[in-house]
């Protein structure tokens, strides 16, 4: 026989039993109160637990809080918030009432570093799992720095940055944890104030990087292992660094900064050559008549002739304050960087805005970066380098004869009777380094807009939208004048007609659109926090038509002389969905999962979602009863994780696919009476490509002492990464092309 109020009765016993607990079986009362700073303005977020207890609760918005149930009897309330000292307050609860708790939480300095920022988002450093390190100003490498990357040379463990030359604005290679693919691009994955920037080079520069202002950073975080670095999945195989730039504090009074430095480069070390008597007398001892007839007068030192004694000039000024409780930074840099080798420079103007206002009672935080430059390089040919140092020290720089008036005057080795080059003669290294005048004007824009906003009746829950951009535009030639020995002109019908116009030009944008719910909450000593999003980027990279003139001449000789130079169009499309989420219990145990999809035009159909999840875990063994009271040891942490990251930035944004192209005006063909019929390539490519993906397992410990003051990290780590992108040679008929992408792997599978 069934008893259908015999479940209902059960019901209501356990609701009488756990709903009701303090008014029928404990006595218990409240505790609230506010939690303010030095300033007597609120903290919201503040920690506030019942010590001894699983009782808490966070501050909210006007930093109230309130815990129920709190056993009847003298308590001790702890209240924390990152970046200020932990408070302790005294209460005695009694049965049924209210007790009202106060507290001021002072500033800690070395708390404040302790916040560090991750991919969507800040933790506290005791709460990550990764491997992550930061480096800030009071860091940074000192003395003149052209390029961001050298600020942190040298500071991180496993980041390798290696300078590609000393010209200014040279190329900077940075490895973290060495290469990470085999043809694909290792280039670590760089997001400035929240915007992932373009990691593919820029016509008209050297080292993309060098088009920012190092004296706006404030800090660089290196994310290492993938569990740090799978949140951005599709371009994070070869780590990420995230720079944050300088900005105002709200309720800052208005100051100025001038950052001026003045530096002098010379070469350290030179090539060591015979002098011109040394060079002589080996010529005349071992050298033909012919050869010992050649030898010059002069000595000369070709070394001295093409180096100097380089200056460099580095200012920044900047406007930092807060009107109308909007915290703003203004500034302008200018930088003029001279080379050690005569006409190399680089001139680079910056100005960067950023405007971080608080909206609605705190509630919506705006953050409105801007940041754009100027660049004007002149680059030389280092093979002249070397050229120097294997030129004739007997000869002159300049001679007054009337044979090398063609060349500008310059000493060049000529036939006595034509005053043509001699056959396989070098040119003198100081006439070619003058006769090219090789330059370009790069001008970059990195900004965006980024709304985060705390919403009504749900605490702990914000939505966070940014909307970015980076556009560049680069545009150069290289003109080499008439009288340069290495094009002179044999035709005699076109006498004179010796110099070359070559030019170039880029358009390059990315647009990215980032969007994520993210919710924190507390209960007891259980903290957690999960977010969910979605990015949207794109990349385009284009080329205008312009004219490639084969002469430096005002009036051209005939139409062979212009060459139409088509322009060229590529756009990649990424599309991800992301989520992440964390627990922290007890500020013992750690834990985070992020996972990534992404799936990318730049593969077909059916091969253009990946996959990419992490798990990061921590103890925080000094949070353990038996250190927690060590003085000594301030901080001892375990961490593992793994985590999956990807790649597919290799070859052009269609090599999946099949294309032609349109020839360009020396690739004509004739059809009857036209001359000049258009004619139209098939271009190689491999259907099958699909995401390079790299596993990563990573262990490490992290050390504190003396409050820490000294600190120490050991991380090892195991990476593996398979179905490699690579380009190869193809078998001859195998393609439309003698060279493609192909991908190391069994068989290719669609991944749906």
Known sequence: MKHPYLAKLLFLLLFAGFGFPSGAFAQTGSVSGRVTDSKNE????????????????????????????????????????????????????????????????????????????????????????????????????????????????????????????????????????????????????????????????????????????????????????????AIYGNRASGGVILITTKRGLKGEKLRVELNSQTGVSTVARRYETLSPEEFR??????????????????????????????????????????????????????????????????????????LTPTLFDDRLRVDINAKGSVVDNRFVDYGYVAGAALYDPTQPVRSDEARFSRYGGYFQFVNPSSGAPLGNAPTNPVAAINNSNNTSTVKRFIGNVQFDYKIHGIEGLRANLNLGMDASRGRGNNQIASTDFGNYNTDSSVPGLNGRYTQYAQDKDMKVLEGYLAYGKQFGATKFDIQ?????????????????????RQTLVNSADVLLVPGYYGKNVLVSYFGRATANVSDKYLLTATLRNDQTSRFREGYRSGWFPALGLAWRVKNEAFLKDNATLS???????????????????????PRYVVGSSTSQYPLGTNTGGTTYSPQGYNAFLTWETTNTYNAGLDLGFLDNRLTATVDVYERKASDLLALINQSAGSNLTNQAQRQHRLAPQPRR
């Open 42 to 229: 609120a903290i919201p977020g503040a920690t506030v637990l019942i010590e001894g207890t699983s009782l808490g609760s966070s501050s909210g918005v006007d930093g109230s809080f309130s815990i129920q149930n709190v056993p009847a009897g003298p308590q001790t309330v702890v209240i924390s918030f990152v970046g200020y000292n932990t408070v302790r307050r005294p209460v005695t609860v009694t049965a049924g009432q209210n007790s009202e708790v106060a507290a001021t939480l002072a500033d800690n300095a070395t708390q404040l570093s302790e916040a560090v920022v991750v991919g969507y988002g800040t933790q506290r450093r005791q709460d990550v799992t990764g491997s992550v390190a930061t480096v800030d100003a009071r860091e940074f490498v000192q003395g003149q720095v052209t390029n961001p990357e050298q600020l942190i040379q040298g500071k991180v463990a496993g980041v390798s940055i290696n300078t590609g030359g000393g010209a200014p604005g040279a190329p900077i290679n940075i490895r973290i944890r060495g290469n990470s693919s085999l043809s694909a691009n290792s280039d670590p994955l760089y997001v400035i104030d929240g915007v992932p920037v373009d990691k593919g080079d820029i016509g008209g520069v050297s080292n993309p990087l060098s088009l920012i202002n190092p004296s706006d950073i404030e800090t660089f975080t290196v994310l290492k292992d993938a569990s740090a670095t």
């Open 281 to 354: 007398r080996q010529i005349q001892a071992n050298g033909s008549p012919s050869q010992v007839a050649s030898l010059g007068t002069a000595n000369t030192n070709w070394q001295n002739e093409i180096y100097r004694t380089a200056g460099t000039f580095d200012n920044t000024i900047s406007l930092i304050g807060s009107a109308a409780k909007v915290p703003f930074r203004v500034s302008y840099g200018n930088l003029n960087q001279e080379g050690i080798v005569i006409t190399n420079k680089l001139k680079r103007n910056s100005g960067s805005v950023s």
């Open 532 to 552: 969910a999003g979605h990015a949207y980027q794109s990349f385009v990279t284009q080329g205008p038509n312009f004219l490639d003139y084969r002469s430096d």
């Open 635 to 657: 901080e001892f942490k375990l961490r593992a994780g793994y985590g999956r990251t990807g790649q597919q930035d290799i070859g052009g944004a269609y090599d999946t696919q």
